[in-house]
Every structure is written in C-alpha cells, then in structure tokens.
C-alpha cells in the first residue's frame, strides 16, 4: 500500500490518543469527582462522559476506519460490513446507556431537562447515528437493496458518516466545557485548577483523534483497492450469509457489478466507485 508507513504511524497516534483519552476521563470521574455508581446522583452521571468518550468517540473512530485497515483487504467485504455494523452498533448502544444516566441523574435532582445548546447537539446526533445505523443495515447489510441505490445512498452515507462523527467531537467539547464551569466552585474555573487543566487536555486528546481519524478516512490512496476485489472474484452478497473468519481469502464479485452499475448511472467513481465492497 502506497504510504503505508505514515498510514501506520497515524493508525498508531490515534489508537494511543483513544486509549489516552478514555483513561483520563476515568481518571477525572473516578480521582477529581465521584466515582461511578446507579444510585441518581453525581456518580451515576459519571457515567455520562465516560461512555461517550469511550463508546460514541473512540469506538466510532475505530469503526469509520476498519475498511481501511491494509490488513483486512483479504477478508470478505461481507465479514468487514458485519466488523463496521458492529462496533457502530456497540457505540450507538453505550451511547444509549450514557443518555439514561444523564437524564436519570436530572430527574432524581430535579433539574430540568434538555436547557442546553450541548444537550439539544447532543441528542440529535444520536437520533441520526440510529438512523445512519438503521439506513446502512437495510442497504448495505441486507440483500434486499440493489446494486444502483446503494451506488447513490454510499456518498451521502459517508457525508453523513463523518458529519456526525465531527459533530459528536463538538458536543464532548461543549460537554466538558459546561461541567467544568458548573463543578469548579472554588477555585473557579477561571483560576485554572489543576481538574481544569487536567480535562482540557483531555478535551485536546480527542479533538486531536478525531483530526486523525478524519484524515486516514479522507484519503483516497488509503481506500481498499477496487482491482484486488475485480481480480479475486467471489461470492456474490446475497450468499453471504453464512461468512466467518475463513473468508479473509473470499472477495466480491458484486464490486465489479458495482463498479459497472456506477458507470452506467454516471456517478462519480471517485465519490462511489472506489467504495467497490458495497
Ligand atoms: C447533558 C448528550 C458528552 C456533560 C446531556 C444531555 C444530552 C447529552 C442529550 C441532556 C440530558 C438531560 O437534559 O437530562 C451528550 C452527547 C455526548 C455528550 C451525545 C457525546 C457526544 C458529554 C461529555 C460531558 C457531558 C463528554 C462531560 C462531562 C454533560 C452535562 C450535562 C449533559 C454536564 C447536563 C447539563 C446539560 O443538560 O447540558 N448530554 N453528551 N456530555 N452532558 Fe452530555
Ligand atoms: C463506509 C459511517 C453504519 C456499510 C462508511 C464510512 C463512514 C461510515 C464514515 C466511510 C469509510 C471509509 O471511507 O473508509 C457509518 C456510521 C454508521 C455506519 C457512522 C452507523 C451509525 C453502517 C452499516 C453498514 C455500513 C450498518 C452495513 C453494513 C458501509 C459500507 C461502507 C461504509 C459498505 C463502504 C466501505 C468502503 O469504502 O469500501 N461508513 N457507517 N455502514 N459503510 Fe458505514
């Protein structure tokens, strides 16, 4: 693979600042605040951050950039789908758990409900990622959808993808901002105490992850090649049902379908073509 060295360098930076980032937030809830607990107050909002760095962070990272992966190009696109599919599905599904404590501990503390710009962003961007998760089953998943409708939907999955990734980012940002500001009494926010220096960086950690992810999953040298798939052939999607491990030696003769339909339906190869293992 062309690049594959940098390719390497940034796939390790990212896993290390994914992995730093979900430390540090452990080391926040549990040595600076609370700890966590289920018991509707401050330690079962704990659960809030970590969750969301964890599973709507670093996990989606992961998971917007396993097709990537030079490894993985002799496994069958099927097997990748169903790697992608899932740890979507795991960070939508911690996500989820994060959103019960948060509004959980609200309610106990009797304190209002969905108030803030963080928590309208916030709630939103899960609302879609369901969507975006539901969408992808249906067309890429299942065998049901055809060849030039998932020529069409790739693009704006993959916009959709990346803006709600972006988004995510944004709003842990807005998070951690509001939290420190409502936390930090005395000293104040403002007077830089060593929580508050503490979990900006934290803040950077993941802005500085997500920036890497974007930017492996934004070139397309780094794509998984079309021409390896075409040469290989395989089985077609709609038998795929049945794929494990041993497929890494399997491709798809769907890409080369693909690629064709993409043709006759004048799209841009580029925008979808490339994306061959749909
Ligand atoms: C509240 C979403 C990450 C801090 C909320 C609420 C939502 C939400 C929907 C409203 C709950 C309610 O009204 O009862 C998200 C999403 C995140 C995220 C989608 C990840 C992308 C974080 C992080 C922190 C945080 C990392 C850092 C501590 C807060 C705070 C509140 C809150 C302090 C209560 C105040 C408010 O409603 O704005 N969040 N959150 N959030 N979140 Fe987050
Ligand atoms: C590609 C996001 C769910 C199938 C992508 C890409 C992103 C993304 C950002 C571009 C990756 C790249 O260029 O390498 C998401 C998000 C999801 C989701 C955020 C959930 C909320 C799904 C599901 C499927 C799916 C459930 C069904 C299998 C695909 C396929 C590609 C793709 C086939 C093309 C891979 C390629 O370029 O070869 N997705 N996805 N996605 N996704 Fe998803």
Redesign the pocket.
């Known amino acids: 693979m062309e690049g594959y060295w940098l390719f390497l360098a940034l796939l390790v930076s990212a896993l290390l600042l994914g992995f730093l980032s979900v430390i540090f937030?452990l080391v926040w809830v549990l040595h600076y605040r609370e700890g966590l607990a289920w018991d509707g107050r401050a330690a079962e909002?704990n659960w809030?951050?970590v969750l969301?760095?964890t599973g709507?962070?670093f996990v989606q990272g992961i998971a917007i950039v396993v097709y990537r992966l030079p490894w993985t190009r002799k496994c069958s696109k099927f097997l990748m789908k169903l790697i992608h599919a899932g740890l979507n599905t795991i960070a939508l599904t911690l996500?989820i758990i994060?959103?019960v404590a948060?509004?959980d501990?609200?309610?106990t503390a009797k304190?209002?409900?969905?108030?803030?710009l963080?928590?309208w962003?916030?709630?939103i961007?899960?609302i879609l990622y369901s969507l975006q998760l539901v969408l992808g089953f249906v067309v890429f998943l299942l065998p049901f959808a055809p060849i030039y409708l998932r020529a069409k939907i790739m693009p704006i999955h993959v916009y959709s993808g990346l803006f709600l990734f972006g988004t995510?980012?944004a709003?842990?940002l807005?998070?951690?901002t509001?939290?420190l500001i409502?936390a930090l009494k005395a000293p104040a926010y403002k007077d830089s105490p060593e929580e508050a220096v503490f979990v900006n960086t934290l803040g950077v950690l993941v802005v500085v992850f997500g920036g890497i992810v974007l930017w492996i999953v934004t070139r397309p040298r780094w794509k998984r090649p079309l021409e390896i798939q075409q040469k290989s052939g395989g089985k077609r999607e709609g038998n795929e049902e049945g794929a494990t491990m041993k497929d890494c030696k399997d491709t798809e003769k769907s890409n080369l379908e693909f690629s064709r339909e993409a043709r006759k339906q004048n799209l841009n190869l580029d925008d979808a073509g490339q994306r061959s293992t749909m």
């Open positions: 937030v909002f809030h951050p969301m760095i709507f962070v996500a994060s959103l948060v509004f501990f609200h309610n304190i209002p409900n969905m108030y803030s963080h928590s962003i916030g709630l961007a899960v995510v980012i709003t842990v807005m998070g951690i509001e939290k409502f």
